[in-house]
């Protein structure tokens, strides 16, 4: 399908069904989109334009975030994973690992962030999470690691204002967005928006124009917030129930799914869970 003519408001950018797609990021040096499937430790990337092919790659590790650093080559990935941090070349289908660390075997990585000095912000979670029993670290440029937030359940979203000063992020497990001062992050953090009484979660975002884009896992749903009052100014409906998350190309957003945990009759109703949707900004509805 040739991306770049589609008019349907809402279409399959890509047809693999992942069991948990998540972590998709915009490369801008290849026009192409990236994203994962955590469980089943593959990468995808594919030309946003075009009826290019998608390209899969097995992973010997399970990665659960893709960062671009634009002072790499556009085609070095950094993957954020359960035993360290790769540079992941999509031109060779070679990793190398650039940072280690240690998690216990009930952890892994989760989403992750580069903040505006080029460190790496990610989030350690349990595989079955029981509680607030995760945290958020940050390593930087020399690959020295610290932990800023310790007792975070399912940290999510790492994005940052213009002047690197808030960070937004999210903590799945209690279904709640939080805005801090980045220089005081484990003191400063505020609610930006509580689901606790929704059935939705938030899950991974996008922050673009001024806007924080949030998946919200379990609500069939994408929003657009505002990043003062984490107020919703507009939405688009999904149809499958468990986006993950979404990145912002100009006036497109790309939106990965999951089918984990889904029974049979919950994938009747959500037939296409997993698959990877591509929509216009213009298309999300005002709330």
């Known amino acids: 399908m040739a991306i770049a003519h589609i008019k349907m408001a809402l279409s399959i950018f890509d047809n693999t069904c992942c069991d948990l797609g998540e972590g998709v990021v915009w490369i801008p040096g290849r026009q192409s989109i990236a994203w994962l499937d955590i469980l089943s430790r593959k990468l995808y990337v594919k030309p946003i334009h075009g009826s290019a092919r998608t390209v899969s790659y097995d992973l010997e590790y399970t990665a659960s975030a893709i960062l671009v650093n634009k002072t790499l080559s556009p085609a070095t990935l950094l993957l954020v994973s359960d035993v360290g941090v790769f540079e992941f070349n999509i031109d060779t289908g070679t990793s190398r690992l650039k940072f280690s660390y240690s998690l216990p075997a009930t952890h892994r990585t989760n989403d992750a962030g580069l903040d505006p000095h080029g460190y790496i912000v990610f989030g350690v979670m349990e595989w079955e999470p029981s509680g607030l029993n995760g945290w958020i670290s940050r390593i930087d440029l020399d690959g020295n690691l610290e932990i800023l937030i310790d007792s975070v359940g399912i940290p999510n979203t790492f994005a940052w204002s213009d002047d690197g000063k808030v960070i937004y992020f999210a903590d799945s497990f209690v279904k709640t967005m939080f805005q801090a001062s980045y ?103 005002v709330v």
């Open 183 to 285: 220089f005081d992050i484990g003191n400063t953090r505020r609610d930006l928006f509580v689901l606790s009484d929704s059935d939705a979660t938030p899950d991974g975002s996008d922050l673009a124009g001024g806007y924080l884009y949030n998946a919200e896992w379990g609500g069939w749903r994408v929003t657009k917030r505002s990043l003062s009052s984490g107020q919703v100014l507009e939405r688009i409906q999904l149809p499958i129930s468990q986006p993950t998350s979404c990145v912002v190309v100009g006036a497109q957003i790309v939106i990965t799914t999951a089918k984990t945990d889904l029974n049979k009759e919950a994938l009747m109703k959500s037939p296409h869970s997993g698959k990877t949707f591509i929509a216009s900004l213009n298309d999300f509805a």
